[in-house]
């Protein structure tokens, strides 16, 4: 007996954000191989005969297309939605992709078609180092307050969690006294999606073409690469807190002023002077070299990375709190 339905051809494919912090701008390697002239996240098809497991497939396709070595990386989900990336009467295979996170260090050169650009030109709405960002009052919620408050369907009442749409977006963006996250990039990402307000949405027949808000909502990637930019970036800061991840990311030797800016360039927060000196000195974290650098001003205590700290405690992060 023969199975009348039609078989649906999978590809697995492999993405990675790629994070560096250059001039306290977080950025990610992005290429211009992607579908339309819109950037893309460097990929490539997981091929199980060259490749034993998808980090050394990644890994693989990263060394090609950029021509960097990997140090840090972890998986971060898979992503194989349908619609991310077959259009309507496509008949190729569906694309599965499996996203990683990656970090590097300050002047790595790459080759190709590759270059590094600031993540904040892809989630803008994420940067809250000057306060809360303008266009969330301005352009985000006029729009999606009128969609959170629209009828639903029973079966859109409430996402997988139990959530509303409302209940949702006073998370997202903190309202109604609700504490701003910094680590739900991806939940703002996924409810601009959905309210038709991100271009890929359109692209994707997800949403009427009338709901476009133009550039201000960021740049579009291809595919679902800037979803796979905000995982990356929600559990990058959560990360700092439990995991000394902030310190692939800066040189050997740094002033506590350099790393008081590269953790606010990813946790996209501005932080209280004092007490994040006080809290890193107090966590033995770092400890000083004993050299100094002048930048234009009075002369700075080098310090380095206490490597000893993996040993001594299970979640040797740092536990920032906001600027107050």
Request: hydrophobic share 40%; with cysteine.
């Amino acid at each position: 007996m023969t199975d009348s339905k039609q078989a649906t051809n999978i590809e697995i494919g492999l993405a990675a954000a790629i994070v560096t912090v250059r001039e306290d701008e977080p950025l990610v390697l992005v290429t211009d191989a992607g579908v339309g002239n819109m950037p893309a996240l460097p990929s490539g098809a997981f091929n199980p005969l060259a490749h034993r497991t998808f980090e050394i497939g990644l890994r693989a396709w990263v060394k090609e297309q950029a021509g960097l070595d990997l140090g840090y990386a972890e998986q971060l989900y898979t992503f194989g939605d349908r619609g991310r990336h077959a259009q309507p009467g496509d008949v190729g295979p569906h694309v599965v992709s499996v996203g990683y996170l990656a970090l590097t260090g300050l002047g790595r050169a790459t080759v190709g078609n590759t270059q590094f650009l600031p993540w904040y030109r892809f989630l803008p709405w994420e940067d809250w180092r000057g306060g809360r960002p303008k266009m969330i009052d301005e352009i985000l919620l006029p729009a999606l307050q009128p969609w959170a408050a629209r009828q639903q369907s029973d079966a859109e009442v409430t996402d997988r969690r139990g959530l509303s749409r409302w209940e949702r977006l006073k998370l997202c963006f903190g309202l109604d006294g609700a504490p701003f996250d910094e680590e739900k990039a991806l939940e703002r990402y996924e409810l601009l999606y959905e309210a038709g307000m991100v271009m890929e949405s359109i692209r994707d027949g997800r949403a009427d073409p009338a709901h476009a808000v133009g550039p201000g909502l960021g740049m579009a990637m291809t595919y679902d690469h800037r979803r796979i930019l905000a995982t990356a970036i929600g559990r990058l800061r959560g990360k700092l807190k439990y995991r000394p991840v902030i310190f692939e990311l800066i040189p050997a030797e740094f002033t506590l002023t350099s790393l008081q800016l590269t953790v606010e360039a990813i946790s996209g927060r501005q932080l209280h002077k004092q007490n994040f000196r006080r809290l890193v000195e107090t966590s033995h974290l770092v400890e000083p070299t004993g050299g100094r650098t002048t930048t234009g001003g009075r002369p700075a205590a080098l310090f380095r990375f206490r490597r000893e700290v993996m040993a001594e405690r299970p979640a040797p992060g740092i536990r920032v709190g906001t600027r107050g």
